[in-house]
């Protein structure tokens, strides 16, 4: 069963904290990916790795940086947290198709509301 | 700017009625359109999806209309039950990277 998960559920951190967020995945996938979601904005790009130390940046990079050494784990973090920052982060993974189309499916982990007080 | 707009935000719909839910988008570079559905306390998981090439997709009570000229997309769920309850994203793909709609929660009363 394909399985993707985030270390915390609840996470509550003082402003100006460094906050880190992992993710995990068993499917041996390529690509993975960091969102944030918010009400009325749906979810949100952040970063996408397509491989091992490889990161792009999505829509909203601004605050967050990523760290993927290793293909099953993707880190998402906040150098010194915002209250702006308070959202629903979720991650992603989706296997690579050969022949040059990265695979569509993406399979999300539970979340992880982040509160920044 | 969201390249994806959802609407409506919110929908009740009673049992046995039909729900639909209309995406509209720009970016003519989009070649994939999924939907997912989302529960409380879950991450959203893909419920069908459908590529540019063609109008219809049918899963179940879950069909996908594709309008590739008005570049929109609805997803109707026929006869709604309590267990459709949920939030709803359509989304658009270009090379594996997505942009999502807001969002349209569904409330199925008894």
């Known amino acids: 069963d394909v399985k993707v998960t985030q270390s915390s559920r609840y996470l509550v951190k003082r402003t100006g904290e460094k906050v880190f967020l992992e993710c995990v995945q068993d499917?041996?996938?390529?690509?993975m990916f960091w969102y944030r979601q918010d009400p009325g904005l749906g979810l949100r790009l952040i970063y996408f790795s397509y491989d091992v130390k490889m990161k792009e940046k999505g829509d909203i990079p601004e605050g967050y940086s990523v760290s993927r050494e290793k293909k099953e784990r993707f880190s998402l973090i906040l150098e010194s947290a915002s209250t702006n920052q308070t959202s629903m982060y979720l991650c992603a993974s989706s296997p690579y198709i050969p022949g040059g189309s990265p695979s569509y499916e993406q399979y999300f982990g539970p979340g992880t509301r982040l509160t920044v007080t | 700017q969201q390249q994806v707009k959802q609407s409506p935000q919110s929908l009740i719909v009673q049992k046995g009625g039909i729900s639909i839910i209309n995406c509209a988008y720009e970016?003519?570079?989009?070649?994939?359109f999924p939907w997912y559905q989302q529960f409380p306390g879950k991450g959203p998981a893909l419920l069908i999806a459908?590529?540019?090439?063609?109008s219809e997709k049918k899963e179940g009570r879950f069909t996908i209309s594709f309008n590739k000229s008005a570049k929109q997309f609805s997803l109707h769920i026929m006869d709604s039950q309590p267990g459709d309850s949920a939030t709803y994203f359509c989304a658009a793909n270009s090379w594996g990277k997505f942009q999502f709609g807001a969002g349209t929660q569904v409330v199925v009363t008894p």
């Open positions: 970016n003519t570079a989009f070649d994939y």
């Open positions: 459908i590529r540019p090439d063609v």
């Open positions: 499917m041996d996938h390529e690509n």
